[in-house]
């Protein structure tokens, strides 16, 4: 059996707005093989985000554990849990998070200033840029590209120092359909490819079947795919 990448262990998570408290985790339990392409899928208010930033050491759970690559992230000071992500995890939000300042190979690159790779691998950038179509809109600022291509430089920036694990939150939620089979795509390559594992939330059912094996959320909790109405209507 492959070895275990991601596990979580007894996940509890609860928010507080006013008076009332809100369960976004309930003791959620389960494991990501090395290699392994997940895809989360729910409605909105299941979960799925609140995992994504636990999963990515953003936040910290209120009970249970995540281990990534044999690293308990509870253990972790603030200071390794920063250095940990910069180390092994990239991270693509629906968001694109892009600087408006700077063209797309500088929004790109500056992945590798914070990781302090700055030795970089020109190779590598050129082929993921190739790839994700982007060769000829390097020199563009995110004002200047549509919303599919700012996508794929948030991608890029994701790959560019080869994480260990990509962690993407709705990654085709703002794009149209071709743009959605670009960036599903390009995760697809990077997991067969180089290995890397990847976990994708989603509520799209379809972008969902790109991974190898889906985990369905409802109410804070792991369900089985029949008592996922959204997936059953599909």
Known sequence: MAEAFIEARNLRKTYHVGKIEVEALRDISFSVQKGEFVSVVGPSGSGKSTLFYLLGGLTRADGGSVVLDGENLAE?????RTRMRKRKIG????KFNLLPTLDARSNIEIAREISGKTDGDPAHFTRITDLLGLSKRLGHRPSELSGGEQQRVALARALINKPAVVLADEPTGNLDSKNSDVVLGMLRRSNQELGQTVLMITHNPEAA???DRIIHMRDGQIVRPEDDPQWVAR
């Open 76 to 80: 972790l000071s603030d200071a390794e």
């Open 91 to 94: 991270f693509v939000f629906q």
């Open 209 to 211: 079947k790109y991974g």
